[in-house]
């Protein structure tokens, strides 16, 4: 009875139908050993593409300029906010363009940073010194393109 109660319990958890609970014991665990195997060439499939994935990481890592600092410029009313993700390793990245956005008549109100893995991700938030005026997020983006381009 034990015996019987467990295949019907791996049958359920195989193919929860209610017809599953009417297969052989032998059917039971031909399935079972089927669905065992699919799941490993899962999991090996699976850690092939995280290699993959990690030696991608790891040569986009070794690359420099815009590859290695993306940003975003949001234009909100009389404010601008720069999203900005860069290595850890470039310490410089955010003092430059702090001064682009002083340069342009947006100075800084606001900087929030938070770091992950490798990467720092900074989001500055500035306001246009006159409000009727504003700020010109188009060139404020190009200037950073070219910052962020490299030497």
């Given at each position: 009875?034990?015996?019987?109660?467990?295949?019907?319990?791996?049958?359920?958890?195989?193919?929860?139908?209610?017809?599953?609970t009417?297969?052989?014991s032998?059917?039971?665990?031909?399935?079972?050993?089927?669905?065992?195997?699919?799941?490993?060439?899962?999991?090996?499939?699976?850690?092939?593409?995280?290699?993959?994935?990690?030696?991608?990481?790891?040569?986009?890592?070794?690359?420099?300029?815009?590859m290695?600092?993306?940003?975003?410029?949001?234009?909100?009313?009389?404010?601008?906010?720069v999203?900005?993700?860069?290595?850890?390793?470039?310490?410089?990245?955010?003092t430059?363009?702090?001064?682009?956005?002083?340069?342009?008549?947006a100075?800084?109100?606001?900087?929030?940073?938070?770091?992950?893995?490798?990467?720092?991700?900074?989001?500055?938030?500035?306001?246009?010194?006159?409000?009727?005026?504003?700020?010109?997020?188009?060139?404020?983006?190009?200037?950073?393109?070219?910052?962020?381009?490299g030497?």
């Amino acid at each position: 009875m034990f015996t019987k109660d467990l295949l019907s319990k791996l049958a359920s958890l195989i193919n929860p139908t209610p017809q599953a609970t009417k297969w052989k014991s032998l059917d039971v665990l031909d399935q079972a050993t089927a669905h065992v195997k699919q799941l490993e060439q899962r999991v090996e499939m699976l850690k092939k593409r995280k290699q993959q994935l990690e030696g991608s990481t790891d040569e986009t890592a070794g690359m420099r300029g815009s590859m290695s600092t993306v940003f975003t410029v949001t234009e909100l009313d009389s404010a601008i906010e720069v999203c900005l993700i860069s290595r850890s390793n470039d310490k410089f990245i955010l003092t430059r363009v702090l001064d682009v956005l002083e340069e342009e008549a947006a100075p800084v109100v606001a900087v929030s940073y938070s770091r992950v893995g490798d990467k720092i991700h900074y989001i500055i938030n500035s306001q246009a010194v006159c409000s009727r005026i504003g700020i010109d997020s188009s060139r404020v983006h190009e200037r950073l393109k070219r910052l962020t381009a490299g030497p």
